[in-house]
């Protein structure tokens, strides 16, 4: 299993944008899929975007055209610029990575390595 550890949440207005990171403790994450989940109080938690080990990239209908997932190799860094946000897009974003190839990306059952969150919050 990988550490994975998450920064950059924060409060922002609707229609804000924010960065968030996940530094993994490897410099081998192009051999991983990992994406980034999310769950807002009350929800399950979902899946968001992620990013295969063969560089394909998965949305969810609810971000696509204002989430943007990538990764730094020299960084062990995954990234997930979020734009326009929403009241909706408040949850705390959990980055995660599954050695290989994600059959499922925005399933979490594939994923076996976890950070601990950072937490969302958009509103007025």
């Known amino acids: 299993q990988l550490e994975l550890v998450e920064s950059g949440g924060g409060s922002v207005q609707p229609g804000g944008s924010l960065r968030l990171s996940c530094v993994a403790s490897?410099?081998?994450?192009?051999?991983?899929?990992m994406g980034w989940f999310r769950q807002a109080p009350g929800k399950e938690r979902e899946g968001v975007a992620s990013?295969?080990?063969?560089?394909?990239?998965t949305y969810a209908d609810s971000v696509k055209g204002r989430f943007t997932i990538s990764v730094d190799n020299a960084k062990k860094t995954l990234y997930l610029e979020m734009d326009s946000l929403q009241p909706e897009d408040t949850a705390v974003y959990y980055c995660?990575?599954?050695?290989?190839?994600?059959?499922?990306?925005?399933?979490?059952?594939?994923?076996?390595?976890w950070g601990q969150g950072t937490q969302v919050t958009v509103s007025r």
């Open positions: 990013i295969n080990n063969d560089n394909s990239r």
């Open positions: 995660a990575a599954q050695p290989g190839w994600c059959p499922y990306p925005l399933i979490e059952r594939d994923y076996n390595s």
């Open positions: 490897t410099y081998f994450v192009r051999r991983y899929c």
